[in-house]
């Protein structure tokens, strides 16, 4: 790096814009990001909220950044070290914004630690119908939100106009009503699909589900007062506690349609599994909304608002979105593709685990694992098949939400399975497709439904196991 020019902060700080060129500096290195802005995944507005300046206090909020790829990516477009040596505003160490964040279980495997993003083990997840909150799936994009109950407010509004703004105990006297869903990540899976061809993103396991009974208001109780006519407005967008750098909050949002449906069942909710909501689950109001996507289930709960538009949120607009398998990272155009809502049929083998050692039990392997389908569809069968398909056995025991009414099955199915193996067996390779009420079926490879962001990641399961007589 020697032979590259030295430059002062203030010099750094002089390109900040298109004109000048944007340039950022990293410890002690200086990058012309100028070309990469517009390719930044994470939107153009963020990478340029660093323009002229150091990146490192936003790659500590946006953690994720901390992966040898990324570097890597930086020093590629690295034109010259910082002087750091007559450079007095050498910035202080800045305090971790993750500092406050609660403790976690052990069990979750940390597939990101700052913002905290970890996933249950398999075999765990399949073990109980309702997912304890403590081992529970945690996907944050931000540091968790310090919120005092007594301080708490919900705001609510039509466009720019607030109509009302609600505590804790207004929603609480709202009558309580409990549902129970399953949350997925719209990248649960996503490892699978990275096998195919590597993805920028967290690389889910199996584990970024869980099944939960969630307690609270119903949202169409909460707006009724507001007389809202469905002609009238398009989106409910949800907004939380939880801010980025530039003071922008997560946020996410749903049709109207949805919204002002009382069989969709959309609460404000504050018990999970009948205790309070853990912190890092959304304490004390978070949004539930069955059957959709995990990321509109906006999390600490801040704002409500009707309003003609999608939320303005990057993860609304530029992110959770499928694309077509040929669409690249120089080829995306995010506006052209809807934000995904009700999620495709799936399912997932959570024991045996890849590459297990198992037992046969007169002449038969024990399989167990979750089935899902979004938008309320029942799961109707599990087809499971030891030899690419030439056999299928259908998984003979689901549990699922048994007072689920038509359309309105937000619950996952946990299903099980002996299937037989041939004598001479020393290994096979399982797989799993669900059916949902519908006949929707989960498509069978991932190479055909592969997309940039590595979402939806709904194509069999197949789980090699190594067999012991
Ligand atoms: N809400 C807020 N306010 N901030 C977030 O980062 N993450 C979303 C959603 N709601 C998020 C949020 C995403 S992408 C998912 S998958 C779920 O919350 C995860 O919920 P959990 O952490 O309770 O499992
Ligand atoms: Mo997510």
Known sequence: KSHLKTYTVEEVGKHDNENDGIWIYYKEGVYDITKFVLKHPGGPEKIMMAAGGSIEPFWMIFANHNVSEIYQLLESMRIGNLDVSKDSKKLEATEDPYANDPKRHKVLK????????GETPGPLLCESFLTPADTFYVRNHLP???????????????EDDTKKVINFEDIKKYPKYTVTTAIMCGGNRRSEMNAVKPLKGLSWGVGAVGNASWSGARLTDVLADLKI????????????????????????????????????????????????IPRDHGYPIRAIVPGVVGARNVKWLAKIVISNEESRSQFQRGDYKGFSPSV????????????????????????????????????????????????????????????????????????????????????WTLWSAEIPIDVDKKEVEVWVKAVDASYNVQPESFENIWNLRGLLCNAYHRVNVKIKK
């Open 110 to 117: 940390v597939n990101g630690p700052k913002p905290f993003c």
């Open 144 to 158: 968790v939100p310090e919120i005092d109950i007594k301080d708490y407010e919900l705001e609510i509004a039509i």
């Open 229 to 276: 006519n469905e002609d009238d407005w398009k989106h409910v967008q949800f907004e939380g506690y939880d801010l980025d750098p530039s003071g922008v909050p997560y946020g996410g949002s749903i049709p109207i349609s949805r919204a002002l449906d009382s069989r969709a069942d959309i609460i404000l909710a504050y018990e999970m599994n009948g205790e309070p």
């Open 328 to 411: 690249d990272w120089d080829t995306v155009d995010f506006s052209k593709s809807p934000a995904i809502l009700d999620m495709p049929v799936t399912s997932a083998i959570c024991t045996p685990t890849p590459g297990e050692t198992v037992k046969l039990k007169d002449g038969k392997i024990p399989v167990k694992g979750y089935a899902w389908s979004g938008g309320g569809k029942k799961i109707i069968r599990i087809d499971l098949t030891v030899d690419q398909g030439k056999t299928w056995h259908v998984a003979h025991q689901l549990i699922d939400d048994e007072n689920a009414k038509e359309g309105r099955h937000w619950s």
